[in-house]
């Protein structure tokens, strides 16, 4: 059977499903899973795989200088490490970041890089965002360079839609993560939701600007004014600008989705 176009039945009926799934990126609940977000290392991970995800790569705009993230094999180790912190959570590869403190003519001198998405979490309800984090191969180099701080981040660029600022369109959401639990290995699922801070990189809410850090649950309550809420732009896993830092990312969770960074791509699994 034919639909209209030329198009199988069978056709229609995937392009339906895959349109209901990019416009749901951001929105239903959170599968509660032990042990935070599901991930127990091997190929498949905690979840389910769901779907590719086809719209993710470097935010050229958001980028400076000239740092590196890439989809990479493992990191696997370090040398002497074995069991599930020895290998990435999902998978068999991670996004590998790579900036530098010093490498460019601009002030401050440090290169950034977001690595994200700038499609499919477009117009979601910022009031939505319930389960967030990743996990992180960090490194003792890491420690030295920046201190135990020194850290990746998740970035939301947002519109605040505040009633009382109604000609600002744009911040950016930044969770700073606690210290890395281990070095040399892959952590644990660290969760933004309970744990390191979040700031909006604009003052439209004084109470969570980078020195006045919030918690999740208080940032969202602070962007609600009575206005039309704050709606999401992008997402993406960044780093800089301060310190040099080499390592990788895997397991970045927006809800119920976790995106397991691959050579051939984000897949998409579902946590549960």
């Not at 490498?103 to 994200?116: A, R």
């Amino acid at each position: 059977m034919r639909t209209r176009l030329g198009a199988t039945r069978g056709k229609a009926l995937a392009v339906a499903a895959l349109a209901a799934i990019i416009a749901s990126a951001l929105g239903g609940p959170a599968s509660a899973v032990a042990g935070g977000d599901g991930g127990g290392g091997g190929d498949g991970g905690g979840g389910d795989h769901v779907r590719p995800a086809d719209h993710w790569g470097v935010i050229a705009r958001n980028t400076i200088g000239s740092p590196v993230a890439d989809l990479r094999n493992g990191p696997y180790g370090s040398f002497g490490v074995t069991g599930p912190a020895s290998r990435p959570p999902y998978g068999r590869g991670s996004l590998g970041i790579e900036v530098a403190d010093d490498s460019t003519s601009l002030t401050p001198p440090s290169e950034k890089v977001d690595f994200g998405n700038e499609v499919d979490f477009y117009g979601a309800p910022v009031q939505s965002l319930r389960s967030v984090g990743f996990h992180v191969f960090q490194t003792g180099e890491n420690v030295s360079y920046g201190g135990a701080g020194n850290m990746p981040n998740i970035r939301f660029e947002i519109d605040p839609n505040l009633t009382a600022l109604p000609a600002d369109n744009y911040s950016t959401m930044v969770w700073v993560p606690d210290a890395s639990p281990v070095t040399n290995r892959w952590s644990g699922f660290l969760d933004a939701t309970s744990t390191g801070y979040w700031f909006l990189t604009g003052n439209e809410v004084p109470a969570c600007n980078q020195a006045a850090r919030c918690s999740l649950d208080q940032l969202k309550a602070a962007l609600t004014d009575g206005g039309a809420g704050a709606t999401v732009l992008t997402a993406a896993v960044g780093k800089g600008r301060d310190h040099m830092w080499i390592g990788a990312v895997d397991g970045l969770r927006v809800n119920q989705n976790i995106y397991d960074f691959e050579t051939d791509g984000v897949r998409t699994l579902r946590a549960g």
